[in-house]
């Protein structure tokens, strides 16, 4: 069994077909195809069913997988080694960012730290807080920026990069507009503008009403924060955001900017960023974070 047999294995169960694995690997079609056959006589089992459209693991495949994969990452990990005695950093680190976040200072560290590090390869992904967790217990992800109403959740570690109060920001003319506070009893009588469930957000949101026993309509649900002030500004309900969110350029720029208000109790959210339990996996991520704690 041969490293070239494992990493054959694993892009073709990615790509599901072995054309597309061949054009991935830049290896000739037959190729592949001859040295699979070569690891499933090597195992003496059939790993793959090959379909007229794809591929399929076998019984035998799904066990072998797992170990392919632990295989090719420890390799990936002793070249990161030794680049790491000679100074130069290499592997990879996947990074998952909340779909609410402003696209600037979080988006530019990441890109710097791409830019200062070319042998690192970088990947972003974008989702609700609820399923970046879910990605970095799974270990698909190595660190996140996500938000949450407190603390991580069990398995998870990170640093809080932001705690934040949450307002109730509504129109410049709406009668609201001139009060100081608003009770969540009263905020709940009117239609809300807020992220979808999923977001920390809206967890510290919903965590909060379900304490003072009221229970909140929400009218319109986006991933954007700059929409939901939008919204705000035109009247149709009441957003609640973060208070920095009403000073981003996006809101200033609008002929009449919503107003906020603050809530009564004081509700809070925190953008952390986060890693499984133990400490980001690899170098790469290491210095990411070490990056990101840095500049923010």
Same mark, same amino acid.
């Given at each position: 069994?041969?490293?070239?047999?494992?990493?054959?294995? &694993?892009?073709?169960?990615?790509?599901?077909?072995?054309?597309?694995?061949?054009?991935?690997?830049?290896? $000739?079609?037959?190729?592949?195809?001859?040295?699979?056959?070569?690891?499933?006589?090597?195992?003496?089992?059939?790993?793959?069913?090959? =379909?007229?459209?794809?591929?399929?693991?076998?019984?035998?495949?799904?066990?072998?997988?797992?170990?392919?994969?632990?295989?090719? &990452?420890?390799?990936?990990?002793?070249?990161?080694?030794?680049?790491?005695?000679?100074? *130069?950093?290499?592997?990879?680190?996947?990074? =998952?960012?909340?779909?609410?976040?402003?696209?600037?200072?979080?988006?530019?560290?990441?890109?710097?730290?791409?830019? $200062?590090?070319?042998?690192?390869?970088?990947?972003?992904?974008?989702?609700?807080?609820?399923?970046?967790?879910?990605?970095?217990?799974?270990?698909?992800?190595?660190?996140?920026?996500?938000? $949450?109403?407190?603390? +991580?959740?069990?398995?998870?570690?990170?640093?809080? +990069?932001?705690?934040?109060?949450?307002?109730?920001?509504?129109?410049?003319?709406?009668?609201?507009?001139?009060?100081?506070?608003?009770?969540?009893?009263?905020?709940?009588?009117?239609?809300?503008?807020?992220?979808?469930?999923?977001?920390?957000?809206? $967890?510290?949101?919903?965590?909060?009403?379900?304490?003072?026993?009221?229970?909140?309509?929400?009218?319109?649900?986006?991933?954007?924060?700059?929409?939901? *002030?939008?919204?705000?500004?035109? =009247?149709?309900?009441?957003?609640?955001?973060?208070?920095?969110?009403?000073?981003?350029?996006?809101?200033?720029?609008?002929?009449?900017?919503? %107003? &906020?208000?603050?809530?009564?109790?004081?509700?809070? &959210?925190?953008?952390?960023?986060?890693?499984?339990?133990? =400490?980001?996996?690899?170098?790469?991520?290491?210095?990411? %974070?070490?990056?990101?704690?840095?500049?923010?």
């Amino acid at each position: 069994m041969e490293l070239r047999h494992l990493r054959y294995l &694993a892009a073709v169960v990615e790509e599901g077909t072995i054309t597309g694995a061949a054009a991935r690997l830049h290896v $000739a079609q037959p190729g592949v195809s001859a040295q699979l056959r070569q690891l499933e006589r090597d195992l003496g089992e059939p790993l793959l069913e090959r =379909g007229p459209r794809a591929v399929t693991l076998t019984e035998a495949g799904r066990a072998v997988l797992p170990h392919a994969h632990a295989a090719l &990452a420890a390799v990936d990990d002793a070249r990161d080694a030794v680049a790491a005695l000679r100074g *130069l950093l290499r592997g990879r680190v996947a990074v =998952g960012m909340a779909s609410s976040l402003p696209d600037t200072a979080l988006a530019d560290t990441v890109a710097d730290f791409a830019l $200062a590090h070319p042998q690192v390869t970088v990947t972003l992904r974008e989702d609700t807080a609820d399923a970046l967790q879910a990605e970095l217990l799974a270990g698909r992800l190595d660190v996140a920026y996500l938000g $949450a109403p407190g603390e +991580l959740p069990d398995g998870l570690r990170g640093r809080v +990069l932001l705690d934040d109060r949450l307002v109730a920001a509504v129109a410049a003319d709406d009668p609201l507009a001139g009060r100081a506070r608003i009770g969540l009893d009263e905020l709940a009588a009117r239609p809300l503008i807020c992220l979808p469930q999923g977001h920390g957000l809206r $967890a510290a949101l919903d965590r909060a009403c379900a304490a003072a026993g009221v229970h909140a309509r929400v009218a319109f649900e986006a991933g954007a924060m700059s929409l939901l *002030l939008r919204l705000a500004a035109r =009247g149709v309900g009441v957003a609640v955001v973060p208070e920095p969110a009403l000073q981003a350029p996006p809101v200033l720029a609008l002929d009449a900017p919503p %107003v &906020a208000i603050r809530l009564d109790p004081e509700v809070r &959210a925190r953008l952390h960023l986060a890693w499984r339990a133990g =400490g980001p996996s690899g170098p790469a991520a290491r210095a990411l %974070v070490a990056q990101v704690v840095a500049a923010l």
